[in-house]
């Protein structure tokens, strides 16, 4: 049997999620739930939580060339659990898997990894921070200084990431619900990072400048079973300001939704369901999908009223779990960039 197909039998349940995503509202017998009032502890948590059934390490970045050419770049590892803890060797439960992704105005370079755990293939290390799969790594003497590197068919990119602002917890102090049912997730993010480096492009190698933004979620039971995908968005503006924000789409075609707002120097304000709206205004046709590349977002106690658009509305991560992730422009009541992603469009 080719290797892909067996790891992909492994991850069935998890792949059937992530295109379905009914999955991520299933029960989660014996694995930890979060709950509120969280209490992290650095630079433990920066690492690995293996009695959860689903984390991530999610870095974006929105890049420019020396001539004005904006690109985007995507880093993910992601760990889910056939059951909850560690082991040795091939004894571990642990699936690991990576995405990497370069986006420009006219092509979306996108990757994949797959790794089991206990055998050294891939895993995150606290502290000297390391996350890796094969040669892709993430990886610095902490989590405010790293570099990253990863390569793909016919794209690559070698890059350095320094933190300029605080971490930042989204929800409730890191405790992020995720529906009025009450299924939440860990979540923190580093949305301060001064990026720099190289592409490797088709067309030849780049130096490029930027910022970048890491997330950390992890959980068991994300959504409710109720819930088909999300809209995700993360928008930095021209005045230093930051806005985190997503919407859940329910079975009953309503949304739930939940947003951080970050200050300039890192101070944060949360707002629950119903504060932040995201409405499609423009649709691509991509990979058969009608897929929204347009939006108005709004965010009224922060007065902002924003159109966010696509750098290349034809961003789709073609691979084993399809979804969309591109950066975006934004114009309107505040001016930046950003990026978009997008779950569950069938």
């Known amino acids: 049997m080719n290797a892909k197909i067996l790891i992909l039998l492994i991850l069935f349940p998890f792949s059937a999620v992530a295109q379905g995503f009914g999955g991520l509202g299933a029960t989660a017998d014996n694995f930890?739930?979060?709950?509120?009032?969280?209490?992290?502890?650095?630079?433990?948590?920066?690492?690995?939580?293996?009695?959860?059934?689903?984390?991530?390490?999610?870095?974006?970045?929105?890049?420019?060339g020396p001539d004005g050419t904006d690109y985007g770049l995507q880093w993910t590892l992601f760990r889910t659990a056939l059951a909850p803890g560690e082991a040795a060797?091939?004894?571990s439960p642990q699936i690991w898997f990576a995405h990497a992704a370069v986006t420009t105005k006219d092509q979306h370079f996108a990757t994949e990894r797959f790794a089991r755990g206990g055998i050294g293939q891939a895993g995150v290390q606290?502290?000297?921070?390391?996350?890796?799969?094969?040669?892709?790594?993430?990886?610095?003497?902490?989590?405010?200084?790293?570099?990253?590197?990863?390569?793909?068919?016919?794209?690559?990119?070698?890059?350095?990431?320094?933190?300029?602002?605080?971490?930042?917890?989204?929800?409730?102090?890191?405790?992020?619900?995720?529906?009025?049912?009450?299924?939440a997730s860990y979540y923190y993010s580093q949305p301060f990072f001064q990026i720099?480096?190289?592409?490797?492009?088709?067309?030849?190698?780049?130096?490029?400048?930027?910022?970048?933004?890491?997330?950390?979620e992890w959980s068991s039971q994300p959504l409710s079973d109720q819930q088909s995908g999300w809209d995700w968005f993360s928008l930095s503006f021209a005045d230093g300001s930051k806005l985190m924000g997503f919407q859940l789409r329910q079975t009953d075609d309503t949304r739930y939704t939940s947003s951080t707002w970050i200050d300039a120097d890192g101070t944060t304000t949360p707002y629950g369901?119903?504060?932040f709206?995201?409405?499609?205004?423009?649709?691509?046709q991509v990979a058969g999908r009608d897929i929204p590349t347009g939006w108005r977002?709004?965010?009224?106690?922060?007065?902002?009223?924003?159109?966010?658009?696509?750098?290349?509305?034809?961003a789709w991560m073609d691979l084993s779990i399809p979804y969309w992730e591109g950066p975006v422009t934004v114009s309107g009541s505040h001016t930046?960039?950003?990026?978009?992603?997008?779950?569950?469009y069938e």
């Open 196 to 216: 720099d480096g190289t592409l490797d492009l088709p067309t030849g190698k780049v130096a490029v400048t930027g910022t970048a933004w890491l997330d950390r």
């Open 277 to 284: 709206t995201a409405t499609p205004l423009v649709e691509t």
């Open 89 to 91: 060797g091939w004894q």
């Open 126 to 183: 606290a502290s000297p921070f390391r996350a890796w799969i094969d040669e892709w790594a993430l990886e610095g003497p902490d989590f405010n200084t790293m570099t990253l590197n990863a390569t793909g068919p016919d794209f690559g990119y070698d890059m350095a990431l320094k933190a300029e602002g605080p971490l930042v917890f989204q929800g409730d102090n890191g405790f992020s619900v995720k529906s009025a049912q009450g299924q």
């Open 32 to 64: 930890a739930m979060p709950t509120a009032n969280p209490r992290f502890d650095f630079p433990a948590d920066h690492g690995a939580h293996p009695d959860y059934r689903i984390e991530w390490w999610y870095l974006t970045a929105n890049l420019r």
């Open 297 to 314: 977002v709004t965010l009224p106690e922060r007065g902002v009223d924003v159109a966010v658009n696509a750098l290349n509305p034809n």
């Open 273 to 275: 369901d119903g504060s």
């Open 336 to 344: 930046g960039q950003g990026y978009l992603e997008m779950t569950g």
